[in-house]
């Protein structure tokens, strides 16, 4: 199923319940939503400002989610980034302030990894922004843990905001103890608004989260939590979840009481305006029959979702309309945001200039071998990429040469070095294919051959057999092998294969529209392919690279 199909299914779907919810539902200017129900009301309304999975873009980014070049922004191309945020989020709320309508601010979790400032900082930065732009409360996501519960305390420890996530249990005494909330309870406008959290229990093997802590299955720990609450007489319930998309949709459906979900990790694309977005807000029927508004707002701070929610005398979203807003260049960024960054940018600078590892020889990058023929640059970030993964059983590693820009020369290599080979911060990502999927793949990846495309496909646990006086879409492609337990297997077509690659090519890019199509529980891990590769070279010196008969020609 193609992404536009889903896109058309969910809309479906959504207008198949609204028929049964005695709900309805128009589309108002700028693609603003609007969801009324005949229901009636208790006359409270709140609009929640909310974000995810920032996943440490201080910086404005680029059209492609990446550091914005100094030729992007002088042609005002950039989006995003915490100083910009700032000055939407501080927009939107003195608007509603000046209406009398009382508001929140929330993030959905993912503040941490993506780029230098949380290699550098472990998370500090993101907080500090975080603080300087004034949230009410924020959910762990799974990349909170990378670093392990210590690290992740000290970043906590300045959060100036609760963090709430009720089904991460932690030990007593242990270094995250007492500082994650169960629940929490807001006031505005004279009432009682509840928020539970929830973090994903893939947190286990998505990241490092430690032997004194455990996850709770979401869904029981909400329905507990949701009764506890109404026990308590709080009937406005906000889930703030970090378990993506699909489970939001699941959570929904099965736990009666929510009012509405502000979700994250999946980095959902939803908006109203835009081609091939997941529509905002989606709509899902809970076991009593009320609509469930479920937003999400994107990753990297490229969007601001808002939404206004008016309540009915049981806690029920009777009334919902808002969007997801782009971070352009229309908002200026706030001076005192770019005062906080600018003291943090010089030892990020440093930290380029800091030697990764000692190479025993030369490994070859050069554009003339990684898109046309297995390469030594090309084998290293293949392989670099499997070892990431390992733990997961992924068996396979499929990289495009073009992602590849430079060689690097025997002796010290620093990071800068490894950023200069791997520039475009692009994420490993995992996904599960066929055999059938991962051939067309490599079918299409060396058919441009002849014009040096950068599609040519560079691969690690794999192997085959490439004829180039075969015309392309002819077959080039044969006896691919893929290694196993036993040694190399023939590709078997009807089989299952964990695959590990880049969030450029998961998502269709460079024409690999078979991975986005045909691409079975994709997963952003968020962490950078440079940082993979500096890793695995450091784990490996003196690394010397090898050509080892991947790709036969």
């Known amino acids: 199923m193609t992404k536009s199909d889903f896109t058309r299914r969910t809309v479906l779907n959504r207008r198949s319940f609204l028929t049964l919810a005695g709900a309805s539902l128009?589309?108002?200017?700028?693609?603003?939503?609007?969801?009324?129900?005949?229901?009636?009301g208790s006359g409270f309304s709140l609009t929640v400002l909310h974000i995810n999975d920032m996943h440490s873009r201080v910086d404005e980014i680029s059209r492609f989610n990446t550091n914005c070049s100094p030729a992007d922004a002088e042609e005002a191309n950039c989006f995003g980034g915490a100083a910009r945020l700032a000055t939407a989020i501080r927009e939107r709320r003195a608007a509603l302030e000046d209406a009398g309508v009382p508001s929140i601010t929330l993030d959905a979790g993912d503040q941490s990894q993506g780029t230098l400032y949380y290699t550098t900082y472990g998370g500090r930065a993101e907080v500090q922004m975080m603080n300087a732009i004034g949230f009410d409360a924020m959910t762990l996501g799974n990349h909170e843990f990378n670093r392990g519960p210590e690290s992740l305390a000290r970043m906590l420890d300045l959060a100036e905001f609760p963090i709430v996530s009720g089904n991460v249990k932690v030990a007593a005494g242990a270094p995250l103890d007492g500082k994650i909330a169960d629940h929490l309870i807001l006031e505005r406008g004279g009432e009682r608004i509840g928020i539970l959290g929830v973090t994903t229990p893939d947190t286990v093997f998505l990241s490092s989260p430690g032997d004194d802590v455990s996850f709770e299955d979401d869904i029981a720990h909400l329905t507990e939590a949701v009764a506890r609450l109404k026990s308590d007489g709080v009937d406005k319930i906000l889930v703030l979840s970090h378990v993506g998309y699909v489970r939001d949709r699941q959570i929904?459906?099965?736990?009666?009481?929510?009012?509405?979900?502000?979700?994250?990790?999946?980095?959902?694309?939803?908006?109203?305006?835009?081609?091939?977005?997941?529509a905002y807000a989606d709509l899902v029927e809970s076991p009593s029959g009320r609509p469930v508004p479920i937003m999400q707002a994107f990753a990297f701070s490229r969007f601001l979702g808002e939404v206004g929610l008016e309540f009915g005398e049981d806690g029920a979203v009777i009334s919902?309309?808002?969007?997801?807003?782009?971070?352009?260049?229309?908002?200026?960024?706030?001076?005192?945001?770019?005062a906080l960054i600018a003291p943090l940018r010089g030892p990020i600078e440093e930290l380029t200039r800091r030697p990764v590892a000692e190479l025993a020889a030369e490994i070859d990058g050069s554009r003339e071998t990684?898109?046309?023929?297995?390469?030594?640059?090309?084998?290293?970030v293949a392989d670099a990429m499997l070892a990431e993964v390992a733990h997961q059983g992924i068996r396979v590693a499929l990289a495009n040469g073009g992602g590849l820009r430079a060689s690097m020369g025997a002796g010290t290599v620093t990071l800068g070095d490894v950023l200069t080979v791997l520039p475009f911060q692009n994420t490993l990502?995992?996904?599960?294919?066929?055999?059938?999927?991962?051939?067309?793949?490599?079918?299409?990846g060396v058919n441009g051959v002849e014009e040096g495309a950068g599609r040519f496909p560079q691969v690690g646990g794999l192997r085959f057999r490439l004829d180039l006086s075969v015309a392309p879409n002819e077959g080039r492609v044969s006896g691919v092998e893929v290694h196993g337990a036993d040694g190399w297997e023939p590709l078997d077509m009807d089989a299952t294969y964990g695959l590990v690659t880049n969030n450029f090519m998961a998502g269709g890019g460079d024409g690999y529209a078979m991975l986005r199509e045909g691409g079975m529980n994709g997963y952003d891990t968020a962490i950078d392919l440079?940082?993979?590769?500096?890793?695995?070279?450091?784990?490996?010196?003196?690394?010397?690279?090898?050509?080892?008969?991947?790709?036969?020609?």
């Open 26 to 40: 128009a589309l108002t200017g700028a693609g603003r939503f609007t969801m009324t129900t005949a229901q009636a």
């Open 252 to 278: 929904a459906a099965q736990v009666d009481g929510i009012s509405a979900i502000i979700g994250g990790h999946s980095h959902t694309l939803m908006s109203n305006s835009m081609d091939g977005a997941v």
């Open 320 to 338: 919902a309309s808002g969007d997801t807003i782009l971070l352009d260049a229309s908002f200026e960024p706030a001076e005192d945001i770019e």
């Open 370 to 380: 990684c898109r046309a023929m297995e390469c030594e640059m090309g084998n290293t």
């Open 429 to 444: 990502f995992t996904l599960e294919v066929t055999g059938e999927t991962l051939l067309a793949a490599l079918e299409h």
């Open 530 to 553: 440079a940082e993979v590769l500096a890793r695995y070279l450091s784990d490996n010196e003196p690394f010397a690279p090898e050509l080892d008969g991947r790709i036969l020609q």
